[in-house]
């Protein structure tokens, strides 16, 4: 015995269906489609975030997108160069030098490094680390009466650096860190 014809029949179970997929949507629920597998060709879609704002109304959701942007200052800020306060300060800094540095010379096989090159180096490292410190030719002579000993042969000029503390200036000898007094400026 029925109580409702085949037609009605069908139409209460979609409503039914319907009212169902109303509710699990009010209460957030969503069902994936696997539970209607039986029923229906599964389609594969991308998903798309969305929320039910009421009923019988659904609102996408944009996923907010973050832009980076990289934008280039140059800010030149002025070195603030300064002279040794000391001796010792000059001594304790070329030591450091020394040890905690390496100066790599990029140049062609049969360009050798010289004199020049180490008082250079010198230079730029005394400026990296906020010194004043000169880059000075000086003759033969005058290497061997400041420092005593001898040029290598053949070597009639050579390239040392020179630093000013209080009211004095020493010669420094860039291969071996050497420093001698030069002369007083008053």
């Not at 030098?97 to 230079?123: H, M, S, W």
């Not at 009466?145 to 000029?157: E, R, T, W, Y």
Request: aromatic share 12%.
């Amino acid at each position: 015995m029925r109580w409702f014809s085949p037609k009605i029949h069908t139409t209460l179970a979609t409503l039914f269906a319907i009212a169902v997929l109303n509710l699990f949507f009010s209460m957030g629920i969503c069902i994936s489609p696997v539970a209607f597998e039986q029923q229906t060709t599964r389609v594969v879609e991308p998903t798309i975030k969305c929320r039910l704002v009421e009923r019988h109304t659904v609102q996408y959701v944009d996923t907010p997108v973050t832009v980076v942007e990289y934008i280039e200052r140059t800010q030149k800020i002025p070195a603030e160069l300064r002279d040794f306060n000391d001796l010792e300060e000059l001594e304790q800094w070329l030591v450091a030098v020394d040890t905690n540095t390496t100066t790599v010379y990029f140049q062609l096989l049969d360009a050798p490094v010289d004199y020049d090159d180490y008082a250079l180096a010198l230079q730029s490292k005394a400026l990296t680390n906020g010194y004043i410190v000169s880059f000075e030719i000086i003759s033969r002579s005058e290497y061997k009466a400041v420092f005593k000993s001898q040029l290598p042969s053949g070597q009639s000029l050579h390239a040392i650096n020179l630093a000013i503390i209080d009211n004095s200036a020493y010669y420094i000898e860039p291969q071996t860190g050497e420093v001698a007094f030069a002369v007083h400026l008053d």
